[in-house]
């Protein structure tokens, strides 16, 4: 069962905009992941925050979190066509076990 | 590049046969998950190996079973081919620390018909 829902589910943005994306989860959480994936290949790890953070940024990304609400936001700054691709959120357990459980994901169109 | 290679890229059987899927993770990784991928859904965990024992297991039958090797490679094996194994079967190994990121393969595309 996905544990994520995110929103939007599809997202078109012209390249030099800001997209936001935003992830709710159900369970209490370790940690949240957020990835990318191009046209149905691999997953690539953009960034990892731990549940006692609430802000973290990475080059253009930000991602926030509030376990308050069970839900998480990834902001990519000044868009480019090469960010068009699938961008999923995952969260990690309690257990100590690695297993990721991910959202549906948002697909991000970025126009050129 | 993730250094986590995945085999075959893509292929294609017939419903009742069985599958072999190959990983190759990192060196030094000692702990590979293996999820589906249905087209338009997210990954769903199938289960984990660590140091050749598995170490969790998502919702998904015995016929799905796995092994890891002492070279860093695993496989998934699936008996039995429904319709619905049709996926993208991704294999992510990490050094086995409580949210150290995992590194994805490319994964492989089983179609099943």
């Known amino acids: 069962s996905q544990q994520g829902e995110e929103d939007p589910q599809a997202l078109s943005i012209q390249e030099g905009e800001n997209a936001t994306m935003n992830c709710s989860y159900k369970?209490?959480?370790?940690?949240l992941q957020w990835y990318r994936q191009n046209s149905g290949r691999g997953l690539v790890h953009l960034i990892l925050?731990?549940?006692?953070?609430r802000e973290k940024h990475s080059g253009r990304l930000r991602v926030t979190l509030d376990t308050s609400k069970k839900s998480s936001s990834l902001l990519i700054t000044a868009s480019r066509a090469a960010d068009t691709a699938s961008y999923f959120c995952?969260?990690?357990?309690?257990?100590?076990?690695?297993?990721?459980?991910f959202g549906k994901g948002t697909k991000l169109t970025v126009n050129p | 590049e993730t250094g986590v290679t995945q085999s075959p890229t893509h292929l294609i059987k017939t419903r009742g046969q069985q599958v072999t899927l190959r990983c190759s993770s990192q060196?030094?990784?000692?702990?590979v998950s293996w999820y589906q991928q249905a087209l338009g859904q997210g990954p769903q965990f199938i289960f984990q190996?660590?140091?050749?024992?598995?170490?969790g297991r998502g919702n998904f039958p015995p016929r799905f079973s796995g092994l890891q090797f002492p070279n860093y490679s695993s496989e998934l094996n699936v008996n039995a081919l429904e319709l619905d194994d049709s996926a993208l079967y991704l294999c992510?190994?990490?050094?086995?620390?409580?949210?150290?990121?995992?590194?994805f393969g490319q994964g492989t595309r089983l179609t099943v018909v």
């Open positions: 992510a190994s990490s050094l086995g620390g409580v949210g150290d990121p995992p590194f």
């Open positions: 369970t209490s959480i370790n940690n």
């Open positions: 925050i731990r549940s006692n953070e």
């Open positions: 995952a969260t990690g357990d309690l257990s100590g076990s690695e297993k990721l459980v």
């Open positions: 060196s030094g990784h000692n702990t």
């Open positions: 190996y660590y140091r050749e024992e598995e170490n």
